[in-house]
């Protein structure tokens, strides 16, 4: 069963640093063909894509995280991470991975996974001011 599972994630003050990380199993190509991505959403807003590292470890962030938040990816490639520092209220949403075989990183940061990708489950971040 194809699948992305996150972990990390909770509350923290502003200023300071969480790290999620997505596992991925079962997916039905060759890891090294996937990209994997971050999104978010915030009640009431619209699905943000946060950062992407594509199949050739290039990387694309939006620029409201730049600077703050890193994605890196295992060795093996199951599994992505997103460093998340000097958190400010602002960011507190639910956070998502993603994955696609078929799109490079900015094509998945802005678009979100295609029918052949897969999503996590969320994982709820919470920055207090």
């Known amino acids: 069963q194809e699948q992305l599972v996150q972990s990390g994630g909770g509350s923290v003050q502003a200023g300071g640093s969480l790290r999620l990380s997505c596992a991925a199993s079962?997916?039905?190509?060759?890891?090294?063909?996937?990209?994997m991505g971050w999104f978010r959403q915030a009640p009431g807003k619209e699905r943000e894509g946060l950062v992407s590292i594509g199949r050739d470890a290039t990387t694309d962030y939006a620029d409201s995280v730049k600077g703050r938040f890193t994605i890196s990816r295992s060795s093996d490639k199951y599994t992505v991470y997103l460093q998340m520092d000097n958190l400010q209220p602002e960011d507190t949403a639910t956070y998502y991975c993603?994955?696609?075989?078929?799109?490079?990183?900015?094509?998945?940061?802005?678009?979100?996974?295609?029918?052949?990708?897969?999503w996590g489950q969320g994982t709820q971040v919470t920055v207090s001011s």
């Open positions: 993603a994955a696609d075989p078929g799109l490079f990183a900015k094509a998945l940061r802005i678009l979100g996974p295609g029918p052949y990708g897969d």
């Open positions: 079962g997916l039905p190509h060759n890891i090294s063909s996937y990209s």
